[in-house]
């Protein structure tokens, strides 16, 4: 995940100290059913695509703008699958980070699944039943995106 230039322009001032930021995660379905998934620069992992909102972004503007980013493929939300504060995470530069997900489910209205930034390897379209291998994270999403039950809030005592 590129960092934002608003970010650079705090941490220029914090130096390594912890951020709390809001970021979005989108689990995008094709009309086949399919999951489009990006292999990240950063690690070499295939994961669902995500990003950090601009100032004043919306959650569901940022699902939009980044999906087309990173894959060239334009979609609508559709509903909030989850919003959960994530464990701190300290970068090999010594930042120190803690993400608020919004993870959103996304229908693919059109587009057509493409490298289109410097953020993914790879990008493709993957059958539920042949998912590479996956994180938690992404995995935990996908399911849940599946599912059309309520969105799930940590700390209330929801069962994932």
């Known amino acids: 995940m590129a960092t934002p230039d608003f970010i650079r322009d705090l941490r220029a001032g914090i130096g ?4 709390w930021l809001p970021g979005v995660s989108a689990v995008v379905y094709d009309d086949r059913g399919r999951v489009l998934l990006g292999r990240r620069a950063d690690n070499g992992m295939w994961s669902i695509i995500g990003g950090i909102p601009e100032p004043g972004e919306q959650p569901a503007e940022t699902a939009v703008r980044e999906v087309f980013e990173e894959t060239a493929v334009h979609v609508v939300p559709e509903r ?6 994530l464990q701190r995470v300290r970068y090999p530069n010594g930042d120190a980070c803690q993400f608020m997900d919004i993870s959103l489910r996304c229908r693919a209205v059109g587009g057509a699944a493409a490298v289109n930034d410097d953020e993914s ?8 039943d042949a998912l590479p291998q996956l994180e938690e994270f992404s995995v935990t999403r996908i399911k849940m995106a599946m599912d059309d039950g309520p969105a799930w809030f940590a700390g209330i005592g929801q069962e994932r």
Request: aromatic share 12%.
């Open 16 to 19: 390594h100290q912890l951020l």
């Open 80 to 85: 909030v699958i989850l919003v959960e504060a």
């Open 121 to 128: 390897l790879e990008v493709g379209w993957f059958a539920l």
